[in-house]
């Protein structure tokens, strides 16, 4: 199952969890809950059940001399897809200005115009 796919069936107070815990990069489980202001047993389920489901990564840690865990975004699979014709990367990556006359972009919309779906 897709992430999207994942993300799709999340609840509420899931959606929100992992919307804090990819706002703030990560997140310590301690102030987890208090940010979503639920209790800490049910931020504990609610980190749970996203790292179960492999959207954040969950690591034990010391926190303020007690013991809880560190909240992470999981790092995402990027579709590169979308910048590809045929075989050829758009040429408008890495360079700051593209000439639409250059012979690399118009072999790329060649591409693009002749790939089959």
Request: negative net charge; without cysteine; glycine residues 6%.
């Amino acid at each position: 199952m897709s992430a999207s796919e994942l993300e799709a069936d999340l609840s509420a107070d899931e959606r929100a969890g992992l919307d804090l815990i990819r706002e703030t990069g990560g997140i310590h489980q301690s102030d987890f809950w208090k940010e979503l202001d639920v209790s800490s047993r049910k931020g504990s389920r609610i980190a749970e059940a996203l790292a179960e489901s492999g959207l954040i990564q969950r690591e034990e840690t010391v926190y303020d001399g007690h013991n809880t865990y560190y909240l992470e975004p999981a790092p995402r699979d990027l579709d590169f897809s979308l910048l590809m014709a045929g075989d050829m990367l758009s040429p408008f990556i890495g360079e700051e200005e593209v000439d639409p006359q250059a012979d690399a972009f118009s072999q790329w919309m060649m591409n693009l115009a002749y790939e089959e779906y």
